[in-house]
């Protein structure tokens, strides 16, 4: 069973359910729906605590960050999901789909990471680490899910380009630490892209002359 993302009316929110992440099997690429329904994950906008696995910040650093990055991946995933259907700009149409493509792999390729040296630790998601619980802070599924046009091209610039900052943080925090060199590989990768996604999708909020949602 893979971790489920909650989200609320007011805030992105994580509950993890055992036996999470660890059991996802590898080589298949994760989505945000696994064994649950959609009222189980969206809780129609009821407010819960955000939560980490238990004795996480005991675990070891990489694993932490496995555990933790593919949740905060899978959210960025589900919020790139709506902008096919959604969106009133076809260059934020293509760069939702490579964002879904590409965290989609980064999401299989930790899950292999997990379980070749983790198999055995349970989960270590820390909703602590740097960069998660910001950016989740403020966001709302529920508008996004209900805004067309451009008023949803504003507001999910806004929201993406918040949670880009969390993991573009968390990241950081993983090149210096961690002692995996896939892992600062990969945490250099996601920096470099997501501050280039951050910057095109600033540009074109201004180009497109969007308002603040």
């Known amino acids: 069973m893979r971790s489920t993302v909650l989200i609320a009316a007011t805030a992105i929110t ?33 407010m819960h605590s955000m939560q980490s696995s238990p004795g996480a910040a005991k675990a070891a650093f990489d694993h932490q960050f496995l555990d933790t ?32 493509d590409d965290q989609r792999r980064e999401i299989q390729q930790m899950e ?12 270590a998601v820390n909703m602590s680490m740097p960069g998660m619980a910001e950016s ?17 091209d504003a507001m999910f610039i806004d929201m993406m380009g918040r949670h880009h900052d969390g993991a573009i943080k968390m990241a950081q925090d993983a090149v210096s630490k961690a002692t995996h060199p896939e892992i600062m590989k990969l945490a250099n990768d996601i920096i470099r892209e997501q501050k280039r996604e951050v910057s095109q999708m600033a ?11």
Request: hydrophobic share 35%.
């Open 14 to 46: 994580f509950i993890f359910l055992p036996p999470a992440i660890s059991q996802h099997k590898a080589g298949q690429p994760s989505d945000m729906h696994g064994t649950h329904s959609s009222q189980e994950m969206t809780g129609h906008g009821s």
């Open 69 to 100: 990055m593919v949740v905060h991946h899978q959210s960025a995933i589900e919020m790139a999901q709506l902008v096919e259907e959604r969106s009133a700009h076809k260059e934020l149409k293509q760069m939702a789909q490579k964002m879904i």
């Open 112 to 123: 292999e990471w997990k379980q070749k040296w983790y198999a055995d630790k349970g989960d």
């Open 136 to 152: 989740m802070k403020d966001m709302s599924m529920d508008a996004l899910r209900s805004a067309t046009g451009e008023t949803f």
């Open 203 to 213: 540009k074109w909020k201004k180009d497109w002359q969007l308002a603040d949602k």
